[in-house]
C-alpha cells in the first residue's frame, strides 16, 4: 500500500530562517518522490524530485530534500526563508515504474516579516 | 513551450447544467488526470487516462465523465452539475515509465449555483 502523510499542516517561520516541512511515505515497491509547490490561485509546480540517484536532491529556489530510506521520510528544507516561499507545499510518491502519484494533505507554509 | 491548458479557466453554472473542461498537452504524454481540489480533502483524482481510449476511475468518479479520443486532449463532463462539485478542477500529464513527473495545468475554478 501507498500512502504519504505530512506531519504539519501549518508552519510559520520567519524571513531568514530556516524552513522543515515533514513528509512520511509509505510504499510497497521503491518509490520516486516529489515535492510540489502552489501557489495562491495556481497549479501545482514541481520544487524537486528523487528517482533513486543521489538522497539529497536538490531543487528550485534553494530548497533541498533528503531521501532516508530507513526513516521512509523526504523532508523538505531551506536555510533561509524568503517572504516568496510562502506557499502550501505537498510531498508525492510514486510507486516504481507506475503513474500512479499519492499526494500528501499538504503544509501550508508562512513566511513572517 | 505550451504545456498543459485548461480551459475554461473561472466557470459559474447553475445545478442541473452540463460542464466540459477542456484540457490540453503538447508533449505527448501518455497519462493523463484530473484531480479535484477542496479545502480539507486535498486532491482527490477523479479519472485517468494511460493512452488515447484508456480511461479509469480514480477515487472520485461520481458524477463525472471523460473521454480521451487523441492523447493530447482530456476533457472532463459534469453530466449535471451539483453544488457538491464547486471546486478547483486540476488537469494533469506525466509521460510513461520509471520516475516520471506528472505536470499539472493551472486549474479550472467551477462554482455551481
Known amino acids: 500500500a501507498q500512502s504519504v502523510t505530512q506531519l504539519d499542516s501549518h508552519v510559520s517561520v520567519s524571513e531568514g530562517t530556516p524552513v522543515l516541512l515533514r513528509c512520511n511515505y509509505s510504499?510497497?515497491?521503491?518509490?520516486?518522490l516529489f515535492w510540489y509547490v502552489q501557489h495562491p490561485n495556481k497549479g501545482l509546480q514541481l520544487l524537486l524530485k528523487y528517482t533513486s540517484a543521489a538522497t539529497l536532491v536538490k531543487g528550485i529556489n534553494g530548497f533541498e530534500a533528503e531521501f532516508k530510506k530507513s526513516e521512509t521520510s523526504f523532508h523538505l528544507t531551506k536555510p533561509s526563508a524568503h517572504m516568496s516561499d510562502a506557499a502550501e507545499y505537498f510531498c508525492?510518491?510514486?510507486?516504481?515504474?507506475?503513474?500512479?502519484?499519492?499526494f500528501g494533505s499538504g503544509t501550508k507554509l508562512n513566511v513572517k516579516p | 513551450d505550451a504545456g498543459i491548458t485548461q480551459s475554461p479557466r473561472y466557470k459559474i453554472t447553475e445545478t442541473g447544467r452540463q460542464v466540459t473542461l477542456m484540457c490540453h498537452q503538447t508533449w505527448s504524454h501518455s497519462y493523463m488526470f484530473w484531480y479535484r481540489q477542496d479545502l480539507g480533502h486535498g486532491l482527490r483524482l477523479i479519472y485517468y487516462s494511460a493512452a488515447a481510449d484508456i480511461t479509469d476511475k480514480g477515487e472520485v468518479p461520481d458524477g463525472y465523465v471523460v473521454s480521451r479520443s487523441k492523447t493530447e486532449n482530456f476533457p472532463l463532463t459534469l453530466e449535471s452539475a451539483t453544488r457538491s462539485q464547486t471546486s478547483v478542477y486540476f488537469c494533469?500529464?506525466?509521460?510513461?515509465?520509471?520516475?516520471?513527473?506528472?505536470?499539472f495545468g493551472e486549474g479550472s475554478w467551477l462554482t455551481v449555483v
Open positions: 510504499s510497497s515497491y521503491s518509490p520516486s
Open positions: 508525492v510518491v510514486s510507486p516504481y515504474n507506475f503513474n500512479k502519484f499519492y
Open positions: 494533469a500529464s506525466s509521460a510513461s515509465g520509471e520516475g516520471n513527473t506528472i505536470y
